[in-house]
């Protein structure tokens, strides 16, 4: 290890110690060897080869002695054995500005948290506003923190990537003239819940200048490269973006080309060749001659194929359905009609009732399911049962004035570590609807939490199972469980999967929207609101379920406000 390299790891353990929470004066000792190691002109290897670490001030005989072992081996047990006894996220949660050991310790030791995946998470849901030395304002300084940090991930959840995408098609439309049509592209236009960069295509018969004029956006951090139809660059929210244009007559294949996953892109070049014409972003070529499409329809109609929408480019099936005409009639906003889990100022959320309320009927949804956190959420406000009492008498005073709307009285009731539920049967009756969800004890084997998920599931006041596998996306994997067995009791017991919309969630997975559709499984699409904006992640949640092939048949809260209400009843 060179000199860097051994101030650096000594840094390291101190800010482990600190997190171990040793005494003071041990992380100093590492701290201060550091620095001195910093002020010290003569080189490592020479301090270490002729035994002259002791004669640098700050550092001890037992520094001095992992010093070496660091320099003449490249390890350090003592420093390797640290890391094991620290959460890795903890030291990550570091480079959030502001946030210091101390503080890191309390999030670890009050909330659980690990990751800053999960520190994110749990500022959106405000769980840190009631834990001592924190509040809103420290909240607020840790989310704008994690977004720095964010910028320098590589990886981008789909709600920030498509925001960044969407934004700069706006500046592309007011800045840049010459552009015939503009689309966004690749993963972003397919959905995928992580994506690394934003791919655009656009059509123009300028093609040199637009891409003169892409590169010098005043969201263009640094270019990547640059040619005549095509640039690369870092924007400055920190995600790259690759820009393509292509001519008019062009368009309609580019688009296709840089939609497509390379498997589905693949798939479709076989099956084109087998018809004798040749695919690239180009055209579609029959003996070098174009097969002129004026959009995508007409591409797909030429290789005897339905229109497959981008969602679904993934060569999972799609090509060989719509081949035989049998592709889904996919999802759309205009078919969900009402939505559950939400939280309010009861529990988590920031807004009161009536305004969660008013701002989804604003939507022109027909019903809302007020959804807080039960009793064992403490970290989260928890409703004790006077609390819900309290709640439920607002809620009645609501429908009370409501014609041809309704809000229903719902609980996120937490899925204790045996499987029962948090409230007695006798409480959980008088809901209008009980989401049952995982909050605690995520490091069970697949086997006990597949058991716990399915006890749950056999009680007979749920109605539905949230976030079934507790992802966090780019911050911590779902617990193990064994889905199909889940999906298999969701069928006996009548019970929904929530897909939930959240975009640090997502959660059911898309890939597993298929199975239960196939096994007549209800999904339904609940946005975890915890204020009025939470509201609009339903976006992401449709998203996905048209990712996952969903149709209006196969989700819960596309039924009226009458079928839901007779839905509810019989549950």
Same mark, same amino acid.
């Given at each position: 290890?060179?000199?860097?390299?051994?101030?650096?790891?000594?840094?390291?353990?101190?800010?482990?110690?600190?997190?171990?929470?040793?005494?003071?004066?041990?992380?100093?000792?590492?701290?201060?060897?550091?620095?001195?190691?910093?002020?010290?002109?003569?080189?490592?290897?020479?301090?270490?080869?002729?035994?002259?670490?002791?004669?640098?001030?700050?550092?001890?005989?037992?520094?001095?002695?992992?010093?070496?072992?660091?320099?003449?081996?490249?390890?350090?047990?003592?420093?390797?054995?640290?890391?094991?006894?620290?959460?890795?996220?903890?030291?990550?949660?570091?480079?959030?500005?502001?946030?210091?050991?101390?503080?890191?310790?309390?999030?670890?030791?009050?909330?659980?948290?690990?990751?800053?995946?999960?520190?994110?998470?749990?500022?959106?849901?405000?769980?840190?506003?009631?834990?001592?030395?924190?509040?809103?304002?420290?909240?607020?300084? $840790?989310? +704008?923190? !994690?977004?720095? *940090?964010?910028?320098?991930?590589? /990886?981008?959840?789909?709600? %920030? #990537?498509?925001? =960044?995408?969407?934004?700069?098609?706006?500046?592309?439309?007011?800045?840049?003239?010459?552009?015939?049509?503009?689309?966004?592209?690749?993963?972003?236009?397919?959905?995928?819940? $992580?994506? +690394?960069? !934003?791919?655009? *295509?656009?059509?123009?018969?300028? /093609?040199?200048?637009?891409? %003169? #004029?892409?590169? =010098?956006?005043?969201?263009?951090?640094?270019?990547?490269?640059?040619?005549?139809?095509?640039?690369?660059?870092?924007?400055?929210?920190?995600?790259?973006?690759?820009?393509?244009?292509?001519?008019?007559?062009?368009?309609?294949?580019?688009?296709?080309?840089?939609?497509?996953?390379?498997?589905?892109?693949?798939?479709?070049?076989?099956?084109?060749?087998?018809?004798?014409?040749?695919?690239?972003?180009?055209?579609?070529?029959?003996?070098?001659?174009?097969?002129?499409?004026?959009?995508?329809?007409?591409?797909?109609?030429?290789?005897?194929?339905?229109?497959?929408?981008?969602?679904?480019?993934?060569?999972?099936?799609?090509?060989?359905?719509?081949?035989?005409?049998?592709?889904?009639?996919?999802?759309?906003?205009?078919?969900?009609?009402?939505?559950?889990?939400?939280?309010?100022?009861?529990?988590?959320?920031?807004?009161?009732?009536?305004?969660?309320?008013?701002?989804?009927?604003?939507?022109?949804?027909?019903?809302?399911?007020?959804?807080?956190?039960?009793?064992?959420?403490?970290?989260?406000?928890?409703?004790?049962?006077?609390?819900?009492?309290?709640?439920?008498?607002?809620?009645?005073?609501?429908?009370?004035?409501?014609?041809?709307?309704?809000?229903?009285?719902?609980?996120?009731?937490?899925?204790?570590?045996?499987?029962?539920?948090?409230?007695?049967?006798?409480?959980?009756?008088?809901?209008?609807?009980?989401?049952?969800?995982?909050?605690?004890?995520?490091?069970?084997?697949?086997?006990?939490?597949?058991?716990?998920?399915?006890?749950?599931?056999?009680?007979?006041?749920?109605?539905?199972?949230?976030?079934?596998?507790?992802?966090?996306?780019?911050?911590?994997?779902?617990?193990?469980?064994?889905?199909?067995?889940?999906?298999?009791?969701?069928?006996?017991?009548?019970?929904?999967?929530?897909?939930?919309?959240?975009?640090?969630?997502?959660?059911?997975?898309?890939?597993?929207?298929?199975?239960?559709?196939?096994?007549?499984?209800?999904?339904?699409?609940?946005?975890?609101?915890?204020?009025?904006?939470?509201?609009?992640?339903?976006?992401?949640?449709?998203?996905?379920?048209?990712?996952?092939?969903?149709?209006?048949?196969?989700?819960?809260?596309?039924?009226?406000?009458?079928?839901?209400?007779?839905?509810?009843?019989?549950?």
């Amino acid at each position: 290890m060179n000199k860097k390299q051994v101030i650096d790891v000594l840094n390291e353990i101190g800010l482990l110690l600190e997190l171990k929470e040793e005494l003071p004066f041990k992380a100093r000792a590492y701290y201060n060897a550091a620095r001195a190691l910093e002020l010290e002109d003569a080189d490592i290897d020479e301090l270490v080869s002729q035994n002259k670490l002791r004669q640098v001030k700050g550092i001890g005989e037992a520094i001095a002695k992992k010093i070496t072992e660091l320099v003449t081996t490249g390890h350090l047990e003592y420093y390797e054995r640290l890391k094991k006894e620290v959460p890795p996220g903890l030291i990550e949660m570091l480079k959030i500005p502001g946030l210091g050991p101390k503080r890191i310790q309390t999030l670890y030791k009050k909330l659980g948290i690990t990751t800053i995946g999960e520190l994110e998470y749990a500022c959106i849901e405000n769980r840190l506003l009631e834990l001592e030395g924190f509040g809103k304002r420290t909240q607020e300084k $840790i989310l +704008k923190g !994690i977004e720095y *940090v964010k910028r320098y991930q590589g /990886q981008f959840l789909y709600s %920030d #990537a498509k925001a =960044a995408a969407e934004q700069l098609l706006i500046e592309i439309g007011d800045v840049i003239d010459g552009i015939s049509v503009i689309s966004i592209a690749g993963g972003i236009r397919r959905c995928k819940e $992580i994506t +690394k960069d !934003i791919d655009i *295509v656009a059509a123009s018969e300028n /093609q040199q200048e637009v891409i %003169d #004029a892409f590169v =010098a956006l005043p969201s263009v951090e640094s270019i990547i490269a640059s040619g005549d139809t095509k640039a690369s660059v870092h924007l400055r929210s920190g995600i790259n973006t690759d820009l393509r244009v292509v001519s008019n007559l062009q368009y309609p294949y580019a688009l296709h080309h840089f939609t497509g996953s390379k498997e589905h892109n693949t798939a479709m070049r076989h099956r084109a060749k087998r018809m004798g014409i040749k695919i690239n972003e180009y055209g579609l070529f029959k003996n070098e001659e174009l097969i002129k499409c004026s959009d995508e329809h007409d591409f797909f109609k030429a290789l005897g194929l339905q229109y497959i929408p981008p969602e679904i480019r993934e060569n999972m099936g799609e090509i060989e359905a719509a081949e035989e005409g049998k592709l889904p009639d996919l999802l759309k906003s205009s078919d969900i009609k009402g939505i559950f889990h939400v939280h309010t100022a009861y529990s988590d959320g920031s807004a009161t009732i009536t305004d969660m309320v008013n701002a989804a009927f604003a939507k022109g949804y027909e019903y809302i399911g007020i959804s807080d956190h039960s009793q064992s959420a403490f970290y989260a406000g928890g409703l004790k049962p006077e609390a819900l009492m309290r709640q439920w008498r607002e809620i009645d005073e609501l429908n009370e004035s409501l014609r041809a709307r309704k809000v229903f009285k719902g609980i996120e009731c937490d899925i204790l570590l045996d499987g029962s539920l948090d409230y007695d049967d006798e409480l959980l009756s008088k809901f209008d609807f009980v989401i049952a969800s995982v909050h605690s004890h995520f490091n069970l084997s697949k086997e006990q939490m597949t058991a716990r998920i399915l006890r749950a599931i056999a009680n007979p006041y749920v109605t539905m199972i949230g976030h079934v596998s507790g992802r966090l996306l780019l911050a911590r994997q779902g617990y193990e469980c064994d889905m199909d067995a889940i999906i298999e009791a969701c069928i006996e017991y009548g019970v929904a999967l929530e897909l939930n919309a959240n975009p640090h969630r997502l959660d059911l997975d898309w890939r597993y929207c298929g199975l239960a559709k196939s096994k007549g499984v209800k999904i339904v699409i609940n946005p975890d609101a915890h204020n009025v904006d939470g509201l609009n992640d339903m976006e992401y949640g449709i998203g996905i379920a048209r990712k996952g092939w969903l149709e209006a048949k196969d989700v819960l809260n596309s039924m009226n406000l009458d079928e839901i209400i007779a839905y509810l009843a019989a549950r």
